[in-house]
């Protein structure tokens, strides 16, 4: 088997649905197999995968696992030399797998690469970015990008004929060299969600591989499907992830430097937050914005 496309859901079956049909409309040029993993969905996914796509392999959890452990369930029972974790809410284009297959059998250094993200309104999605810092945190979080891009990439100015090496790869379409996962490990799975992909190319980094973003290879991406199910319970496991992370790889002062910065973030924005009724007073979301930040600040004691 050349390639494992792993897919994991929860309530999106629409989504899956139409995911799916994109694969095998337009299958890579090799040895492929798909395995999704449903979270305990309520709708009508375990249906819809049975009925309409019989050559797919099923794994229907009981209870929601979580997107780390559940990709783990697949990636330990699949079997080809790639394994590419794709999101349900994505749409493959023409040629993209293949693309992507083709890439990591001539360039052997890559333990990883991933693709060009269009969202449906086909303006392309930033999905690379540099391991985060508290700095570089700190950065992106004021948006002091606008002036100089060091928490995040200038992809739009990025040339889409070229590949180009990166430091990590969001995980809505990411493939990965089975052997780089023997050797560095799967996804941690005490990431419950977000910041799991990144955890993993860190440590292919650290082992000495390389990643790449690879744009001829292209998927459209509709993004959060399910996160926005359990807005705010996804809002704070942003932030505990990135902690997570933080902790792990830099130490408990830094985590807690992180919280600091975070916390002036979430400030600001509460104190900002009266000025965009005046220019929005109709506007919902940022009022639960607001409400967001402030649940924010009363967990990251524990976080």
């Known amino acids: 088997m050349d390639l494992s496309i792993i897919i994991v859901s929860w309530n999106v079956a629409s989504y899956l649905e139409k995911c799916l049909q994109s694969i095998f409309e337009n299958p890579p040029n090799c040895l492929f197999e798909v395995w999704v993993v449903d979270n305990a969905s309520s709708d009508q996914t375990i249906q819809m ?16 696992v979580g997107f780390a452990p559940a990709n783990n369930q697949a ?25 992507l297959v083709q890439f990591m059998d001539t360039h052997p250094e890559a333990g990883g690469a991933g693709s060009l993200y269009l969202s449906p309104n086909g303006k392309m999605q930033h999905s690379c970015m540099p391991f985060p810092t508290v700095r570089k945190e700190f950065w992106r979080l004021f948006h002091l ?38 050797e560095v490990g799967l996804l941690d799975p005490e990431y419950f969600m977000y910041t799991e992909e990144v955890d993993l190319c860190y440590r292919i980094h650290q082992k000495g591989w390389k990643l790449f973003w690879v744009p001829q290879a292209v ?6 499907q ?49 000025l965009t009724s005046v220019f929005k007073p109709s506007s919902d979301y940022f009022r639960k914005n607001i409400e967001n930040y402030k649940e924010l600040l009363k967990q990251l004691a524990v976080m």
């Open 49 to 64: 995968v049975q009925s309409c796509f019989p050559q797919v392999n099923l794994i229907a959890n009981t209870q929601n």
């Open 75 to 99: 990636i330990r029972q699949s079997t080809g030399r790639y394994v590419l974790l794709l999101n349900p809410d994505t749409i493959i284009h023409p040629h993209p797998l293949q693309t």
């Open 145 to 182: 990008d606008v002036f100089w891009h060091y928490g995040t990439y200038n992809m739009n100015h990025w040339e889409r004929h070229q590949e180009r090496e990166v430091e990590s790869l969001q995980g809505a379409c990411l493939i990965l060299r089975r052997t780089v996962l023997d």
């Open 219 to 224: 998927i459209t991406h509709f993004g959060g």
């Open 226 to 274: 399910s996160t926005r199910q359990t807005a705010r319970e996804m809002f704070l496991w942003l932030y505990r992830s990135k902690i997570m992370f933080i902790r792990k790889y830099f130490g408990e002062k830094e985590a807690r430097r992180y919280k600091q910065v975070i916390r002036l973030s979430a400030l600001v924005r509460i104190w900002l937050g009266p």
